[in-house]
């Protein structure tokens, strides 16, 4: 095996010390992301080696606070592939409707746009009274301003656009209201969202659910990190759960991939067997 | 030279260019080859089955954790950016856009750079922008080989002479020599 540059001999330091002193792992990330975001970094913050980072890492508070932030991916969008949402009204609505209660652990919920666009579906299928979404993130900025709700203005064309392809029932504008600037959702989809840190890296299983969703968190992990987040998945669902992963995200390489049939392939839709 | 890999970049009138290039590549070419082509975000890549059906080598959108291997032209997938690991194998992000696109030509040259130095062949094609300027300058910092589309033979000169004017290019080619020189350099 060839020797590593010293790049890259500086990035897994530092991955190494942001585990050791602030607890979030990201050594079992893939490489080729994890370097552009830190690379990214250096640049925005005017350094020359990623050297100098690890100095700021440890003994500079915010630097660190935006070094963490940019690790994780905060890009989001309501009802993102709406072929999805489409695919959840026709294919995962029928099998919420046997439960009389319904538990929807959404991981990796970043700004929540997501957790919002499922609210959304199931309120206008009926079923919200009786859903409670756990919401999680690690990264606790980007679930403080979930929590919000408000979004900007210049989006509401797309997600308007996103949500009719999706099969929206209603009119989007009846799920915000908005000023210049900013629209801010209805407190009634609020009403039944936990929001809640967790961290798919280093905390265990969270809870027993019916619903897991997971969309494009798992594209950046290593396969040995994916296998045991699947296991993590595998554990927390109910006999008959159901698991959604982004549209290009597999269980090709996972362990698991005998103990889930598929619900809607295409769409990454897999139900777990009795 | 043993050149390992070749990425290709492309925008607006990018089918018809890549129409001219890939179909006339032999079954064993013995490069992969990876493209970025800016589609909307929405598109579900239906012309990868019928760039399939025209080409010799086998035509498929990147998944990720796939092995990148000789015999195959991998499409990045709309709305995912592609990476090279070291490894050979693809990475998909779904980070912001850069230069207003995703996926982003810029960042599967810089990886691919990295992962492949000076085995990697990049070409930039047609195209109304910017992209793949700085991720072409990233394969000649490598020691790799860049290649760009004569802009006069290009629907869209833009993305041309952007990675002209960012570095000293090796080769600018007319769209219908560059399937000729590709076939010659390996």
Same mark, same amino acid.
């Given at each position: 095996?060839?020797?590593?540059?010293?790049?890259?001999?500086?990035?897994?330091?530092?991955?190494?010390a942001?585990?050791?002193?602030?607890?979030?792992?990201?050594?079992q990330?893939?490489?080729?992301?994890?370097?552009r975001r830190?690379?990214?970094?250096?640049?925005?913050?005017?350094?020359?080696?990623?050297?100098?980072m690890?100095?700021?890492?440890?003994?500079?508070?915010s630097?660190?606070?935006?070094?963490?932030?940019?690790?994780s991916?905060t890009?989001?969008?309501m009802?993102?592939?709406?072929?999805?949402?489409?695919s959840?009204?026709?294919?995962?609505?029928p099998?919420?409707?046997?439960?009389?209660?319904?538990?929807?652990?959404?991981?990796?919920?970043?700004?929540?746009?997501?957790?919002?666009?499922?609210a959304?579906?199931?309120?206008?299928e009926g079923?919200?009274?009786?859903?409670?979404?756990y919401?999680?993130?690690?990264?606790?900025r980007?679930?403080?301003?979930?929590?919000?709700?408000?979004?900007?203005?210049?989006?509401?064309?797309?997600?308007?656009?996103?949500?009719?392809?999706?099969?929206g029932?209603?009119?989007?504008?009846?799920?915000y209201?908005?000023?210049?600037?900013?629209?801010?959702?209805?407190?009634?989809?609020?009403?039944?969202?936990?929001?809640?840190?967790?961290?798919?890296?280093?905390?265990?299983?969270?809870? +027993?659910?019916?619903? #897991?969703?997971c969309?494009?968190?798992? #594209?950046?992990?290593?396969? +040995?990190l994916?296998n045991?987040?699947?296991?993590?998945?595998?554990?927390?669902?109910?006999?008959?759960?159901?698991?959604?992963?982004?549209?290009?995200?597999?269980?090709?390489?996972?362990?698991?991939?005998?103990?889930?049939?598929?619900?809607?392939?295409?769409?990454?839709i897999f139900?777990?067997?009795? | 030279?043993?050149?390992?890999?070749?990425?290709?970049g492309v925008?607006?009138?990018?089918l018809?260019?890549?129409?001219?290039?890939?179909?006339?590549?032999?079954?064993?070419?013995?490069?992969?080859?990876?493209?970025?082509?800016?589609?909307?975000?929405?598109?579900?890549?239906?012309w990868?089955?019928?760039?399939n059906?025209?080409?010799?080598?086998n035509?498929?959108?990147a998944?990720?954790?796939e092995?990148?291997?000789?015999?195959?032209i991998?499409?990045?997938?709309?709305?995912?950016?592609?990476?090279?690991?070291?490894?050979?194998?693809?990475?998909?992000?779904?980070?912001?856009?850069?230069?207003?696109?995703r996926?982003?030509?810029d960042?599967?040259?810089? *990886?691919?750079?990295?992962?492949?130095?000076?085995?990697?062949?990049?070409?930039?094609?047609t195209? *109304?922008?910017?992209?793949g300027?700085?991720?072409?300058?990233?394969?000649?910092?490598?020691?790799?080989?860049?290649?760009?589309?004569?802009?006069?033979?290009?629907?869209s000169?833009?993305?041309?002479?952007?990675?002209?004017?960012a *570095?000293s290019v090796?080769h600018?080619l007319?769209?219908?020599?560059? *399937?000729?020189?590709?076939?010659?350099?390996?």
């Open positions: 095996m060839a020797a590593k540059d010293s790049t890259e001999i500086e990035i897994d330091l530092l991955l190494e942001i585990y050791q002193k602030y607890g979030y792992d990201f050594r990330y893939s490489d080729a992301h994890i370097k830190i690379m990214n970094r250096m640049v925005l913050s005017g350094y020359n080696t990623v050297s100098e690890q100095f700021q890492l440890l003994h500079n508070k630097f660190a606070n935006d070094l963490l932030h940019d690790l991916i890009v989001t969008e009802f993102r592939d709406p072929n999805f949402y489409r959840v009204r026709e294919k995962i609505v099998i919420l409707k046997t439960y009389p209660f319904i538990k929807i652990w959404h991981a990796g919920c970043s700004t929540g746009e997501e957790a919002y666009s499922m959304i579906l199931l309120t206008e079923l919200m009274e009786r859903t409670t979404i919401a999680t993130d690690f990264n606790q980007a679930l403080d301003e979930a929590k919000q709700g408000i979004f900007s203005n210049n989006l509401i064309k797309e997600y308007t656009s996103n949500y009719q392809a999706s099969g029932r209603s009119a989007f504008s009846d799920y209201t908005a000023d210049d600037n900013m629209a801010i959702i209805g407190q009634n989809l609020k009403k039944n969202i936990v929001w809640a840190n967790h961290n798919l890296v280093t905390d265990s299983v969270f809870a +027993e659910v019916h619903m #897991i969703l969309r494009n968190v798992l #594209i950046y992990f290593k396969r +040995e994916q045991k987040v699947h296991r993590m998945f595998y554990e927390s669902l109910i006999n008959g759960g159901v698991l959604c992963l982004g549209s290009k995200e597999g269980m090709y390489f996972s362990e698991l991939k005998d103990a889930y049939q598929d619900l809607d392939p295409r769409q990454k139900k777990k067997k009795y | 030279m043993g050149y390992e890999a070749i990425v290709i925008s607006s009138g990018g018809n260019a890549l129409m001219k290039i890939l179909p006339f590549l032999p079954e064993n070419y013995p490069c992969p080859i990876v493209v970025v082509q800016h589609v909307s975000p929405r598109s579900d890549g239906y990868i089955e019928s760039m059906r025209t080409c010799n080598l035509v498929k959108e998944d990720e954790k092995k990148i291997e000789r015999g195959n991998y499409m990045a997938p709309a709305n995912y950016h592609l990476l090279v690991e070291k490894d050979k194998t693809f990475s998909l992000s779904t980070e912001a856009r850069v230069n207003f696109a996926p982003s030509i960042v599967l040259f810089g *990886s691919a750079a990295d992962a492949y130095g000076d085995g990697l062949i990049g070409l930039i094609l195209g *109304s922008n910017s992209d300027a700085i991720g072409l300058r990233k394969i000649k910092e490598e020691g790799g080989l860049t290649i760009v589309q004569d802009p006069e033979t290009a629907e000169p833009s993305m041309p002479l952007y990675a002209i004017s *570095s090796d600018i007319p769209l219908d020599e560059i *399937s000729g020189f590709l076939k010659g350099l390996v």
